[in-house]
Each structure stands twice: as C-alpha cells, then as structure tokens.
C-alpha cells in the first residue's frame, strides 16, 4: 500500500470522491424453446427504446446474459448455443427492429425457471 493511501485513512477528517461503475440490468422472463433446437431458448429484445430523458431514444448494446449468479458465454451461433451448456447468442437487428436472443442455460432447461439478466453498456 502507498504511503499516501496510509496517510489519507489516517487522517480523521477527508475528502474523498467516490467513483462507482453502473452496468444497466434487465430481467428477462418469458422465454419460448426454439424450434429445431434441444437446448435453446429464445427471447425478444428491444436494442433501441423510447424515452423521454434521451431525445431520440436509447440503444441498448447487449453485453451480457446471466443465469442466477453466473455469467453465462457468447458464442457465434445459435447451433454453437445448442452445443454449449450455459451460453448465448445474440441475433442483433437494425435499430428500431425486434431482435433474437438465444440461450442455453446451464441445465439446459427454460431460463424462466431461473433469474435470466442481461446487460448492456459494458
């Protein structure tokens, strides 16, 4: 640890400015099994909504799926989400369009049957 660091806590009245990194969440709920697929389920999601605070609207770039606890994997494919337990894909569409999100939980059943987050803005 730094001197400086040491003598900072030391002091009994400071300043100190806090610098906190926010990663935006959505549950997810409804998923539907995709056809043709064992272990892939599908979902909806808006990359761009309206809003009031953001003229024009906000894009939401997915970064991430989390089952529970667990950072779930991207992969390049829905036939590779399939393959891999505990992954995802994610079918990306122009702004304004519906886009696809694939999962393979890490049982391999329906994600509603655990809390399924996303994430966006890395």
Known sequence: MSQAF???IDQTVREA???VEITPKQKLAGWS???GRTNVWEITF???????????GLYRKLTGLRQNDVD??????????DAAAGSWYYSEQSLGSTSTLYCSTTGSVDPDLYT?????FR
Not at 116 to 120: D, E, G, K, P
């Open 17 to 19: 400015i806090v610098l």
């Open 6 to 8: 040491e003598n900072f």
């Open 33 to 35: 099994k995709t056809a």
């Open 46 to 56: 808006e990359n761009f909504v309206g809003t009031d605070i953001q003229k024009g």
């Open 72 to 81: 779930l994997t991207e992969v390049a494919s829905i036939a590779a989400c």
């Open 116 to 120: 399924a987050m996303v994430s966006f």
